[in-house]
């Protein structure tokens, strides 16, 4: 499992609103904690992303380094530019089960 691309592969379909090839990659009990919410659930996080989504007309994420840590998880230091106005540092703490599914991500503001 190359975590790197993987990493890489959910920031591009985050940027993009991608909701379908989200599902794909998140497993049915995914967990999302953020400065804002604590979600559990896959349709639940699904939704929240998609309630974000139809809020901002755009979303670009600029990756800045990807670590890669034990075996199923690895940190993304981005940089994240809402409607080319709002631009957030945040690092994401992303763990991925056997099956290669996103099953935890943690973000950070900062």
């Given at each position: 499992?190359n975590?790197?691309?993987m990493?890489?592969?959910?920031?591009?379909?985050?940027?993009?609103?991608?909701?379908?090839?989200?599902?794909?990659?998140?497993?049915?009990?995914?967990?999302?904690?953020?400065?804002?919410?604590?979600?559990?659930?896959?349709?639940?996080?699904?939704?929240?992303?998609?309630?974000?989504f139809?809020?901002?007309?755009?979303?670009?994420?600029?990756?800045k380094?990807?670590?890669?840590?034990?075996?199923?998880?690895?940190i993304?230091?981005?940089t994240?530019?809402?409607?080319?106005?709002?631009?957030?540092?945040?690092v994401?703490?992303?763990?991925?089960?056997?099956?290669?599914?996103?099953?935890?991500?943690?973000?950070?503001?900062?």
């Amino acid at each position: 499992m190359n975590l790197t691309k993987m990493v890489g592969k959910y920031f591009d379909e985050f940027q993009n609103k991608n909701l379908k090839n989200l599902s794909i990659m998140f497993d049915e009990n995914i967990k999302l904690k953020d400065w804002d919410v604590d979600i559990l659930g896959k349709t639940d996080v699904l939704l929240f992303n998609e309630q974000l989504f139809d809020s901002v007309k755009d979303i670009k994420i600029n990756i800045k380094n990807i670590y890669v840590g034990s075996n199923s998880t690895a940190i993304g230091e981005v940089t994240v530019v809402i409607d080319n106005d709002t631009t957030l540092a945040v690092v994401d703490i992303i763990t991925f089960n056997r099956a290669g599914k996103i099953e935890s991500i943690r973000a950070y503001k900062g």
